[in-house]
């Protein structure tokens, strides 16, 4: 199995959630790569992703591998910053057994063993989860 690009799946999906992102919801400005924050956050929440571990051989299963991603929230208030965490939380917890596309680039069979939401001193939110994902 080829190792597929899990941030960038992760993104892709995040930023396609209509009921997570877009002005007036909770994470208004999407999903970024962590080296590449947005230049201008003042007009709603943003997650920062980076991969943070995984692996091929730990899943049983042919195809499929594991990527631990870490999304660390951010907003112009820590109320906003929560709340996007938690609507976050929520959105990562609801998949469980329906594959979930992952933009063009692979399927996310479940996620699991999500930790957080962790605040962080700079108005931040640290949520981590594992995604088992295999190629479309």
Avoid: H
Wanted: hydrophobic residues 50%; charged residues 15%.
């Amino acid at each position: 199995m080829a190792v597929i690009v899990a941030v960038t799946a992760v993104r892709a999906w995040i930023n396609s959630l209509d009921s997570l992102v877009g002005k007036g919801l909770p994470l208004a400005l999407g999903a970024f790569r962590a080296a590449d924050p947005p230049r201008s956050p003042g007009q709603g929440a943003y997650a920062l992703l980076s991969q943070v571990g995984g692996s091929l051989e730990l899943v049983a299963e042919e195809g499929i591998g594991r990527a631990r991603i870490s999304a660390t929230i951010y907003a112009g208030t820590d109320e906003a910053a929560e709340a996007a965490a938690v609507a976050y939380l929520n959105t990562l917890e609801a998949l469980t057994g329906d594959p979930a596309p992952m933009g063009d680039i692979a399927r996310c069979l479940v996620a699991d063993d999500i930790t957080g939401p962790v605040a962080l001193p700079d108005l931040g939110y640290l949520i981590d989860a594992d995604f088992y994902l295999t190629s479309i």
